[in-house]
């Protein structure tokens, strides 16, 4: 799959969110909504001849369901990474699938799947991660401008399910909504780690995002 594909499958999810029926979107405890991200990706890991560095441009979607006290959020992106130094580029894909709980107003708290692959030098790397996430958001300037920090741990599972390491991170983040608009944009900022239980060491993953949004995110 190709950049390409994957910035139209994110446009066609903020399309579907912005025609999203009237009626559902207003029922009370009942919202929906989507983005689509452009994102700065750096892959730092260690390897067996010391450390390697990737970094690149990956876009791609989300969307989140809130029905009450729950969500359900769902985010895929893709695009391609280069050592530096080098001209070779590497795919890089990512996704995750997440269901959430409200208990206070402002902050989420979900659980769900995140998968990440990418290639170096013709091998796969795959990481199939679980993560507990912790999401809190809150005004700074009226409604016009909110502001967000979230957190998360979990663990790093091999191809048959079992444990191999352990996972966290976090990220910070602002949106700016001009009052009576639907459409907002996020500048955010994340930074994760995973330690592997075997192999040469961490594997550090940095991304610095500009997403659209639409509707309830």
């Known amino acids: ?21 009237a009626a559902a979107v207003a029922q009370s405890g009942w ?3 989507g983005g689509a991200a452009t ?9 067996l001849a010391g450390s390697e560095v990737l970094s690149g441009v990956v876009v791609g979607g989300e969307g989140r369901l809130a029905a009450g006290r729950f969500t359900l959020r769902l985010a895929y992106a893709e695009g391609s990474l280069h050592p530096d130094g080098g001209d070779t580029r590497q795919q890089y894909v990512e996704g995750s699938v997440a269901l959430g709980l409200v208990p206070l107003p402002g902050l989420e708290i979900a659980a769900g799947p995140y998968a990440r692959a990418y290639i170096v030098d013709a091998i796969p790397q795959r990481r199939l991660l679980s993560r507990l996430h912790a999401r809190y958001e809150a005004a700074v300037v009226g409604d016009a401008i909110r502001g967000h920090v979230e957190a998360w741990a979990g663990l790093l599972h091999e191809p048959s399910g079992r444990a191999a390491g352990s996972w966290r991170g976090g990220g910070v983040g602002v949106s700016v ?8 944009v996020r500048v955010s900022y994340m930074i994760d780690r995973a330690h592997p239980d075997a192999g040469p060491g961490p ?3 940095e991304a610095l995002a500009i997403t659209v949004t639409v509707g309830r995110t």
């Open 31 to 33: 919202g929906v909504g």
């Open 177 to 184: 909504q001009p009052v009576g608009r639907r459409i907002a």
């Open 203 to 205: 594997e550090t993953v």
């Open 1 to 21: 799959m190709t950049s390409g594909r994957t910035a139209c499958h994110a446009a066609m999810l903020v399309a579907t969110v912005a025609v999203a029926p």
């Open 39 to 47: 994102r700065i990706t750096t892959v730092r890991r260690a390897t």
